[in-house]
């Protein structure tokens, strides 16, 4: 990415953004299979619940799993603002899609390739990279989700193996036909009036004592994979530890800043999805003889759309920038999704009432986009914690 930059008090900011004729040429492909793969079939998936493994095999193929890591492991050798690019055109069609692209990269292979062993890297990644398997992040329990710190997942070293017994919930990619393993965070110590030890555990998918539960009845992103997880004297080698004893919590909010950026680019695709859409309708549907684009009301919503998403994109952009250059980051990955995940959920609205009765039914894009869009202001921390991580960075004394 070639961007326009102005310094602004003690910080670089993008004022412009211009793409590499590599990074065009991704989205292009990208858009191309999106529509012509994706777009046909995305109600129905919706419809049936159904989680399109081999469509999803065929992202693989096209090498949208391997994009951020190493060829050496089977990856594309490119940066975070090319995988973003990425989700936002799956995003741009279809939720389910996107996401899965997101946590598989995002969630189940980023953990392995930056705390993981050469030999952990050796096995796991290929596959991920691939797109042949499917890998998911088992952080959020029943009683501790924005407060992860909380976490009752416990696993004791017994010999060479640990044993782990608790429960996670809302895990994506977890349980489809290609999962291959949950990297999950457990107390391994440090009771008392202290902070709890918590580690990260790569758990082999099939492992005994490990049980995948029923999907979840959902609002939306109904053709994406979310299960809750249990453990019940599941046992994987010493070996399976991920990165260093005591630092899975840590670990895990790293990761979480470049997620936070890979859910505002999801978030952006939605608001081109509704203002691309909200636009042609408003030139297709006539009332009182007229385009009801020609109305202030609903010409006016439009504007507000195209508004919304050249902020989003500029945040989300901005932020990958940062992190891809090697800058700080962490705040501008909160911001851009805070915005651009309030801004989706926003722009559905709005796009919905600009469809009026058509955009109640179900079969209407839009009207899927608005059932959609609602988890992007709580996956991979709420609009809450992202407030929070701004005000800190502020230097507010907020707890």
């Known amino acids: 990415m070639a961007p326009l930059i102005v310094r602004f008090g003690p910080y670089d900011r993008i004022v412009h953004v211009e793409f590499t004729e590599e990074q065009q040429a991704l989205r292009k492909l990208v858009r191309d299979f999106a529509e012509g793969e994706i777009a046909p079939h995305a109600e129905r998936w919706d419809a049936d619940h159904v989680f399109p493994t081999e469509v999803v095999r065929h992202m693989g193929d096209l090498g949208l799993f391997g994009i951020p890591f190493p060829e050496e ?8 603002t090319t995988l973003c690019i990425a989700i936002e055109e799956l995003g741009r069609v279809d939720q389910s899609l996107a996401i899965t692209l997101e946590a598989g990269v995002g969630l189940g292979a980023t953990p ?6 050469e030999a952990q890297r050796q096995e796991w990644l290929p596959d991920l990279c691939a797109g042949r398997a499917l890998a998911g992040f088992g ?23 640990w044993v782990i017994d608790g429960e996670k919930a809302f895990i994506t990619n977890s349980g489809t036909d290609i999962t291959s393993l949950v990297t999950v965070t457990a107390r391994t110590g440090g009771a008392g009036a202290g902070q709890p030890e918590i580690s990260a555990i790569v758990v082999p998918a099939g492992t005994f004592g490990f049980t995948v539960q029923p999907p979840y009845r959902k609002m939306g992103w109904h053709a994406s994979d979310t299960h809750g997880l249990s453990f019940s004297g599941c046992r994987v080698p010493a070996g399976n530890l991920l990165g260093e004893r005591g630092r ?8 979480l800043d470049d997620g936070r950026i890979a859910i505002a680019a999801l978030a952006v695709g939605v608001i081109r999805c509704c203002l691309e859409q909200s636009v042609a309708y408003a030139g297709e549907r006539h009332t009182f003889g007229r385009p009801i684009g020609s109305n202030q009301a609903v010409a006016f919503a439009c504007s507000d ?3 919304m998403a050249e902020n989003a994109a500029l945040l989300t952009y901005q932020a990958a920038w940062l992190r891809d250059t090697g800058r700080p980051y962490k705040r501008e990955a909160a911001m851009a999704k805070l915005y651009a995940t309030e801004a989706a959920v926003t722009a559905t609205r709005m796009a919905t009432q600009v469809f009026g009765g058509y955009g109640f039914m179900d079969e209407t894009l839009v009207s899927r986009q608005y059932r959609d869009a609602k988890i992007l202001e ?6 809450e914690i992202q407030r929070l991580v701004i005000a800190r960075d502020l230097g507010l004394p907020v707890g």
């Open 73 to 80: 492991y089977g990856g594309g050798g490119a940066d975070l």
């Open 112 to 117: 392995i390739f930056r705390f993981g062993t």
């Open 139 to 161: 952080l959020t329990e029943p009683d501790a989700g924005s407060d992860a710190g909380g976490t009752r997942t416990t696993a004791r070293l017994e010999g060479d193996e």
């Open 248 to 255: 899975g919590f840590a670990q895990f909010l790293e990761t």
């Open 305 to 307: 759309l195209a508004v």
């Open 378 to 383: 709580i996956g991979e921390g709420t609009s």
